[in-house]
């Protein structure tokens, strides 16, 4: 299974807000990287990732949101994690970046 990302600006939270479905793993984990870098690049505010149709992460994956949570941080900025699935969750929780990462849902 692969990535699919929707990004999208909104105005009314003043957030990017990036929808992820399939499996982010060592495979696609890129593709997130670089869709995160440019919508920041566009417009630096925060960033809240849909996880509700996400299968599946790896630590490649969580690399990516941990990097993205530095860059946001030195600005000000915070990362949201909304709506994962139990086994997503699992892996935040495992190595403890639910306690530095907002998870809601």
Same mark, same amino acid.
């Given at each position: ?7 999208? &600006?909104?105005d009314? %939270? ?6 992820? %479905?399939?499996?982010? @793993?060592? $495979? ?6 670089k869709?995160? @870098? ?5 417009? *630096?505010?925060?960033?809240k990732? @849909?996880? %509700?149709?996400? !299968? &599946?992460?790896?630590?490649? #994956?969580?690399g ?6 530095k860059?946001?941080? $030195?600005?000000?900025? @915070?990362?949201? =994690? ?5 086994n997503?969750?699992? =892996? *935040?929780?495992i190595?403890?970046?639910? !306690?530095?990462?907002r998870?809601? #849902?």
């Amino acid at each position: 299974m692969s990535l699919n990302i929707n990004s999208k &600006y909104r105005d009314d %939270s003043n957030s990017w807000v990036v929808e992820l %479905s399939g499996e982010l @793993d060592v $495979s696609c984990a890129d593709d997130l990287k670089k869709e995160l @870098d440019s919508n920041i690049e566009k417009k *630096f505010s925060d960033v809240k990732v @849909d996880m %509700s149709n996400l !299968q &599946y992460i790896d630590s490649t #994956g969580i690399g990516v949101i941990v990097g993205a949570m530095k860059k946001l941080k $030195s600005g000000d900025k @915070d990362i949201t =994690i909304l709506e994962a699935k139990d086994n997503v969750k699992k =892996i *935040f929780k495992i190595t403890g970046l639910d !306690q530095i990462i907002r998870m809601e #849902g």
